[in-house]
C-alpha cells in the first residue's frame, strides 16, 4: 500500500518562531488533506489541498503532486499550535491514509 | 462543512463487554467511514460503513469484533465486541462528500479497557 511519511517527528518552538512540515508520499493520490489534532482529540481541518498552494491566516500549505510531497508552514508560531500535526492521503473510494504525525511543542 | 456527533464521548468498560458508538450527522453524506487511533499513534481505517448494506472492512478489521450498521445517510454506529485492554483506544467517524470535498471528522470516543 502507499507509504505516508512525515517530518519531523517531533518539533519544539520558541513562541514567535516559524516552522515546516513535510509529508512524502509514495504514489499518486486523489487529494490531500492537513489536519491538526488538540489536546483533546478533535481532529480540525487544516487544508484540503491535492496540489498548488493555500494560505490560511499564519498557516499556509503547498502539495507539488508531480513530485509526491506536501508542507505544511507555520509563521508566527503561537501555544495554541501546539498538538500533532498529520498529513492524509486519499485513495479510491475516498479513504484517507494518515502518516504518523509530526507533534509540535509551542513554548511561551 | 458537517457537524456531527459522537456518543459516548469516552467510556471505561470491563474486559469481554462490547460497547457501541454512535456517529450522528446533521446533512445526508455519501461517505461514512470508522477510524480507530491506539495510544500515541495515527489514525488507522476500519471500515467504510455503506448505507443499506454491509460495511466494508480494511484489512486486520472483522465484522465479528467491530460490527457496523448504517440505516440512513445521517447515522452510523460501531460496535466493538468483547473488548480487551487492547482495545482501548480513540474511535471516531468521519464523514466525506464524494469528489472534491474534504473529510471531517467527530469529536471521537475514548474508550478504555480494563
Known amino acids: 500500500g502507499i507509504q505516508v511519511e512525515q517530518s519531523p517527528p517531533d518539533l519544539i518552538l520558541q513562541e514567535g518562531a516559524n516552522s515546516t512540515l513535510r509529508c512524502n508520499f509514495s504514489?499518486?493520490?486523489?487529494?490531500l488533506q492537513w489536519f491538526h489534532q488538540n489536546p483533546w482529540g478533535q481532529l480540525i481541518n487544516l487544508f484540503y489541498?491535492?496540489?498548488g498552494t493555500k494560505q490560511n491566516g499564519r498557516l499556509s500549505a503547498t502539495t507539488v503532486a508531480t513530485e509526491r510531497y506536501s508542507l505544511l508552514y507555520i509563521s508566527s508560531s503561537q501555544t495554541t499550535d501546539s498538538g500533532v500535526y498529520f498529513c492524509a492521503v486519499e485513495l479510491d473510494d475516498y479513504k484517507l491514509s494518515f502518516g504518523a504525525g509530526t507533534t509540535v511543542t509551542v513554548r511561551a | 462543512s458537517a457537524v456531527i456527533s459522537q456518543k459516548p464521548s469516552r467510556d471505561i468498560c470491563q474486559r469481554g463487554t462490547s460497547l457501541t458508538i454512535q456517529c450522528q450527522v446533521d446533512s445526508q453524506v455519501t461517505m461514512m467511514f470508522w477510524y480507530r487511533q491506539q495510544p500515541g499513534q495515527s489514525l488507522t481505517l476500519i471500515a467504510t460503513a455503506n448505507q443499506g448494506s454491509e460495511a466494508t472492512y480494511e484489512s486486520g478489521f472483522v465484522i465479528d469484533k467491530f460490527p457496523i450498521s448504517r440505516p440512513n445517510l445521517t447515522f452510523s454506529t460501531l460496535t466493538v465486541s468483547n473488548m480487551s485492554p487492547e482495545d482501548s483506544s480513540i474511535y471516531l467517524c468521519?464523514?466525506?462528500?464524494?469528489?472534491?470535498?474534504?473529510?471531517?471528522f467527530g469529536p471521537g470516543t475514548r474508550l478504555t479497557v480494563l
Open positions: 468521519s464523514v466525506d462528500g464524494g469528489s472534491g470535498y474534504e473529510q471531517f
Open positions: 489541498i491535492p496540489s
Open positions: 504514489d499518486s493520490v486523489n487529494n
